[in-house]
């Protein structure tokens, strides 16, 4: 049996990874700057995880939800802190796409309605949730079968407005730093205004802070540059560092009813090990703090390369843009100069480091995006 051929693969066999580097089977050293998807969020191989992972599956590894797991309040309970939304309730899934979909189960079920509004270039998962990209029709999908997603230029309020005004849109989902979208950071004054128009016309406002949520911007949550509190938010990629994983943190403004929602491997305790070991790194070693400090020397030392036309993002969530197609850029990267980094399009080089990025691997990065750019 083959796999099936939906993405690019990289001729890169990884075996070992630790903090922010990894090594193939031939024992070559790459530096990660892009964390599978920002997955990697403490690092790769923090030793506090790995113990923690190991210690809960010699115990349990699952167990049916129909019984209580501890695991689960505890990190109910610790995730409402260190986040900052104590008074929100908590439901655990597998992934970012699984999350959104029951984001949006949800706020039909509140108001009723099944128009969505999402935004140009958004990125929400694969399945029956909406997904626009500029480049690829083939993962284009509708919200479900009963309703649909309107679609409006990142910050362009005034076309919103008039859309929630009509009184039948059931939610509007935004990324809190837009990520398959080419790391785009909606303004302030729209994520403001946004809130204030769909609190006014009954509209369940949903943050998506799969990638840009757990530190990454230097809030826990990038909405929280905004000063603002969504209906609900939806987690993945970073809360597990690597384990499968999602979430979605709910407002009390939702009463929940039994069998409105439903998972089989949602939190399990392996699961929950592994997101408990997270928020005890990102506390201890101050990673959020640390992903300001970091990115924003790395993007100003970035804004200092000619070839590159805008350096956008906030934190370790980093967007270059080049006026040419940055494919054989990115190939150099890795094949010369042993660096991962990710894409947006055909031009955009993101960069999604772990938190733990220290400013002498920054400079190491740049010393070799350099060379690179010199090369081409």
């Given at each position: ?20 580097h ?83 189960k ?26 626009e ?17 309107t ?114 491997f ?18 201890k ?24 036309k805008?350096?956008r ?32 399009g ?20 740049l ?10």
């Amino acid at each position: 049996m083959e796999l099936f051929d939906v993405y690019p693969l990289f001729d890169v066999n990884i075996v070992k990874g630790k903090r922010c580097h990894v090594w193939d089977d031939k024992g070559v050293e790459y530096l990660d700057f892009y964390g599978g998807h920002a997955v990697i969020s403490i690092g790769h191989a923090h030793p506090h995880y790995v113990e923690s992972i190991s210690g809960q599956v010699a115990k349990l590894g699952f167990y049916s939800n129909s019984v209580v797991n501890g695991l689960q309040r505890k990190l109910a309970e610790r995730l409402g802190r260190v986040s900052g939304y104590e008074g929100y309730s908590l439901f655990l899934v597998n992934s970012g796409a699984e999350a959104n979909e029951n984001a949006l189960k949800l706020a039909s079920f509140y108001n009723r309605r099944k128009r969505i509004i999402a935004f140009s270039k958004a990125f929400h998962g694969r399945t029956s949730l909406a997904v626009e990209t500029t480049d690829n029709p083939h993962i284009i999908a509708p919200v479900n079968q009963n309703g649909h997603a309107t679609f409006f230029p990142l910050n362009d309020m005034d076309a919103v407005r008039k859309e929630l005004e009509k009184g039948d849109v059931c939610a509007v989902i935004i990324e809190g730093i837009q990520g398959v979208g080419g790391i785009q950071v909606p303004d302030v004054a729209f994520l403001q205004a946004l809130r204030e128009c769909c609190t006014a016309t009954g509209t369940v406002l949903i943050l998506d802070e799969i990638q840009s949520g757990y530190g990454r911007s230097g809030k826990f949550f990038a909405h929280q540059h905004a000063c603002i509190r969504p209906d609900i938010i939806t987690v993945a990629k970073g809360i597990g560092n690597g384990f499968p994983m999602g979430a979605v943190l709910i407002s009390p403004m939702f009463t929940p009813h039994y069998g409105e929602l439903g998972t089989t491997f949602g939190g399990n305790h392996l699961a929950c090990a592994a997101a408990l070991a997270v928020l005890d790194v990102i506390e201890k070693e101050n990673l959020v703090e640390n992903a300001v400090q970091v990115g924003t020397y790395l993007a100003n030392e970035l804004r200092k390369i000619p070839q590159i036309k805008e350096v956008r993002g906030l934190g370790l969530m980093i967007g270059l843009e080049f006026d040419q197609d940055i494919k054989e850029l990115r190939k150099y990267l890795i094949y010369k100069e042993h660096v991962f980094t990710g894409a947006s399009g055909c031009n955009i080089l993101r960069l999604l480091p772990p938190l733990c990025l220290t400013s002498n691997e920054a400079d190491d990065f740049l010393f070799r995006l350099k060379r690179t750019i010199c090369n081409q």
